[in-house]
C-alpha cells in the first residue's frame, strides 16, 4: 500500500518561509521521481517543483530562486522549501509520486496560507 504523508503546512506571514516534508512508503523511492503540486479552489492543480530519481529538478517560473525541492533517499523523504513567501502561494500543496511504470500517487494534501 503505498502512502505519502506531506506535513509542515501552516499560516505565515508575507516574507515568511516553511518547509514541507513528504515521507513516502509502499514504492521503491530511489526510483522515484518526486514533486510537488498545489491547488486553489476552482483551479486546477499546478505544478511547483519535481526532482527526478537522478537529482535533475524543475520548478514553475514563479517559484525560481524562491522555493527548493529535495530528497533523501535515505528517509524516503522529499522536502519543499518556499522562502520569502507571497499570499498568491496560499494553496493546498500536495505530493506527488512517479513510479518508473509512470505510475501516479499522490499525498492527501497540506494547506499553506500567507496572510497577514
Known amino acids: 500500500q503505498v502512502q505519502l504523508v506531506e506535513s509542515g503546512g501552516g499560516l505565515v506571514q508575507p516574507g515568511g518561509s516553511l518547509r514541507l516534508s513528504c515521507a513516502a512508503s509502499g514504492i521503491v523511492f530511489s526510483n522515484c521521481a518526486m514533486g510537488w503540486y498545489r491547488q486553489v479552489p476552482g483551479k486546477a492543480r499546478e505544478l511547483v517543483a519535481t526532482?527526478?530519481?537522478?537529482?535533475?529538478?524543475t520548478y514553475e517560473d514563479s517559484v525560481k530562486g524562491r522555493f527548493t525541492i529535495s530528497r533523501d533517499n535515505a528517509r524516503f523523504t522529499v522536502y519543499l522549501q518556499m522562502n520569502s513567501l507571497k499570499p498568491e502561494d496560499t494553496a493546498v500543496y500536495y505530493c506527488?509520486?512517479?513510479?518508473?511504470?509512470?505510475?501516479?500517487?499522490w499525498g492527501q494534501g497540506t494547506q499553506v496560507t500567507v496572510s497577514s
Open positions: 526532482i527526478t530519481s537522478r537529482g535533475i529538478i
Open positions: 506527488n509520486a512517479e513510479t518508473r511504470l509512470l505510475n501516479q500517487f
